[in-house]
């Protein structure tokens, strides 16, 4: 017999890999207060009603970070697909090796520049476990 799964909302939040010249991949401990508070994360967020994945990021990455980016910097790399317990998490996954400004915590979260083998020491949520892996490959 088949368990039914109800169906669920899905979410598209799209995220990045931010590589520095060192080949480190920037993470954010998501702060307390939050959902899933104390996990690392890639940067980025919800995508809006009618925005793109790339111009959420943009904005997201200016609102967290600090930082500028460009459509042109963000290279579409894998995504994850999740199910949660009360909704279905799509997520792009990107990466960018050039932006303008230096990232800084805007919003109380911790950031930590991590070599992409070190990704799997950090707790992170379960969508963004298997995309250590592919990073890992691809650095």
Not at 8 to 13: G, M, N
Not at 92 to 99: D, H, I, N
Request: charged share 25%.
């Amino acid at each position: 017999m088949q368990t039914v799964i109800p169906p669920r909302p899905i979410v598209l939040v799209a995220a990045v890999a931010l590589v520095d010249d060192d080949n480190r991949v920037l993470i954010s401990q998501r702060p307390e207060g939050k959902s899933m508070a104390g996990l690392w994360e890639f940067p980025g967020g919800k995508v809006e009603a009618a925005e793109t994945p790339e111009a959420a990021l943009i904005r997201e990455l200016k609102e967290e970070l600090d930082i500028d980016v460009t459509e042109a910097c963000l290279a579409p790399f894998t995504f994850a697909s999740h199910a949660y317990e009360t909704f279905h998490l799509l997520m792009p996954l990107y990466v960018c090796r050039r932006w303008r400004g230096i990232p800084f915590p805007k919003e109380g979260q911790t950031l930590k520049w991590v070599r992409a083998v070190r990704l799997g020491d950090y707790e992170m949520p379960p969508a963004d476990v298997p995309l250590i892996a592919m990073l890992r490959d691809l650095l």
